[in-house]
């Protein structure tokens, strides 16, 4: 089959628009799987019964282990090397998970020295 | 005596030396220049030092390229479109659609971007070019190294090598080319927008996103389904949990197989007598239209999604909507931090970086849907 239009106008714009038409399509499926996931209650319910947070008016929270205080410790030196003062810290509290997920996908993304 | 002068001249005749003519020595430097690049410079040396070495070897007279034989193969696998597919395999094995799944609103970003690509299509056919080498050169300002080569395979195997060579060229360059647009497409006070952590994504919806999106676009566009399907195919050995190995072989040997295949054989398409010539010029310039116009739209729509939003998306962003994986992501990140050094856009980035992708999947597709690939 030959070309369906040879204005390079009309082709721009009808690929704009299905460019934007799939992809916004494909936004509304992310939302559906996100609302048919059927493991967002488990994940959920143990959330529920946990306890509440730690109060925020400490400048630090005191963990026990002696691990936690060197990564306090290293969190408080990298704050103090972008230019703010300890005391800038309202607290510091590990959250579930996706701090340390995350710090290992901007890890990932960082060593990787190929562009595709 | 005459024996040894008729077995030297003979000699002689055989050697490529009979047959070098000065296009293949400007080619032979180009290579050269190319391998300073990537090995002097570090610009994308696992890319560009396989590329610079293939050129150099197609500009090697009676290399007998044309025979049976290894490369053959490889040449084989760029004209028909093997290679691109397999690389999209180890690329979305080492992809993390988390944050555009935490956040699917920066899939209009990867949308945006886009507008590269009929920017450079509008320029090539003004030049004069066919309609089907605009849509392959125009592909080139969506800065996808993989799907530059399959369209440019299918629409125009005669510009091949100008075409991979100034995708790949400028994706090296994204450093340098996109931080002074991204700063005149934006505001300081938008540039220092610290964004929200992104929401955790659970296990299902990392696996069945890959899936779906693969049967959604496939129906949609079918000529694009080797791209897709791999892209997807890949992420999902990578997010499945009980495919380590698969993953593991697609992001790392065999992916650094097909990178040399793809790579070298791509040089091999840079001999004299296709690429020493005016079009290449222009395909160049053209190149560089593409990307300069996909960054300033991405950054653009992302100044618009910012006052849209009441000032939660930082507009450099935007411009990791062309794909260029994972370095448009990384400017976005290192140019945020210039204005705020406690802002961390990474993640964020990777969001429009990855949706880039596809829609210059989904631009190739349609391109192809409209205009149709040309006959071989």
């Known amino acids: 089959m030959g070309a369906v239009t040879t204005n390079p106008w009309l082709i721009a714009i009808i690929n704009m628009t299905i460019v934007f038409g799939v992809l916004i399509a494909l936004g509304v499926l992310m939302s559906l799987i996100q609302v048919v996931d059927p493991t967002k209650k488990k994940a959920d319910a143990p959330k529920v019964a946990a306890p509440a947070p730690a109060p925020a008016a400490a400048p630090v929270a005191a963990p026990a282990a002696s691990s936690n205080d060197e990564i306090i410790a290293a969190i408080a030196a990298a704050v103090a090397a972008l230019g703010c003062s300890a005391d800038d810290i309202a607290y510091v509290r590990r959250l579930p998970n996706t701090g340390w997920t995350n710090a290992a996908r901007v890890e990932a993304n960082s060593v990787r020295k190929e562009c595709f | ?376």
């Open chain 2, 1 to 376: 005596m005459e024996a040894f002068i008729v077995a030297l001249a003979s000699v002689w005749a055989d050697s490529g030396f009979s047959a070098l003519t000065g296009g293949h020595v400007i080619m032979i430097i180009v290579g050269l220049i190319l391998l300073y690049m990537a090995i002097g410079k570090g610009f994308e040396p696992l890319l560009l030092s396989p590329i610079a070495f293939g050129c150099i070897l197609a500009n090697i007279p009676k290399n007998g390229f044309d025979a049976p034989g290894v490369m053959s193969v490889i040449a084989y696998g760029i004209h028909h479109e093997v290679f691109p597919p397999l690389i999209f395999l180890g690329v979305g094995a080492m992809t993390d659609f988390g944050p555009l799944l935490a956040n699917p609103k920066t899939l209009l970003l990867g949308a945006a971007a886009q507008g590269g690509v009929f920017v450079a299509l509008l320029g090539a056919m003004l030049l004069g070019f066919s309609v089907q080498e605009a849509a392959a050169i125009g592909i080139i300002g969506g800065a996808d190294g993989p799907t530059s080569i399959y369209l440019a395979a299918k629409m125009a195997p005669q510009l091949l090598g100008a075409i991979a060579v100034a995708a790949y060229s400028y994706m090296s360059l994204v450093p340098l080319i996109q931080p002074p647009i991204m700063k005149l497409c934006t505001s300081e006070a938008d540039r220092k927008i610290v964004m929200k952590q992104l929401r955790p994504v659970s296990r299902f919806e990392k696996i069945a996103f890959p899936i779906m999106c693969t049967i959604v676009i496939s129906l949609l566009l079918p000529s694009v389904t080797a791209l897709i399907g791999m892209l997807m195919l890949g992420n999902l050995f990578k997010e499945a949990g009980c495919l380590d190995r698969l993953s593991d072989t697609s992001q790392n040997a065999l992916m650094n197989i097909v990178t040399i295949m793809l790579a070298t054989g791509t040089g091999c398409t840079m001999s004299a007598e296709s690429f020493l010539n005016y079009q290449t010029i222009l395909i160049i310039c053209l190149g560089l239209v593409a990307f300069i116009a996909g960054t300033a739209m991405g950054a653009m729509f992302g100044t618009l999604m910012c006052k849209l939003d009441g000032g939660q998306t930082n507009p450099l962003i935007g411009s990791a909507g062309v794909s260029a994986v994972p370095m448009a992501a990384r400017v976005s990140q290192k140019v945020g931090q210039q204005c705020n050094p406690a802002n961390f856009l990474l993640m964020h980035a990777m969001g429009p970086n990855v949706a880039g992708v596809i829609g210059t999947a989904v631009a190739a597709g349609t391109m192809l849907a409209m205009i149709g690939p040309v006959a071989k």
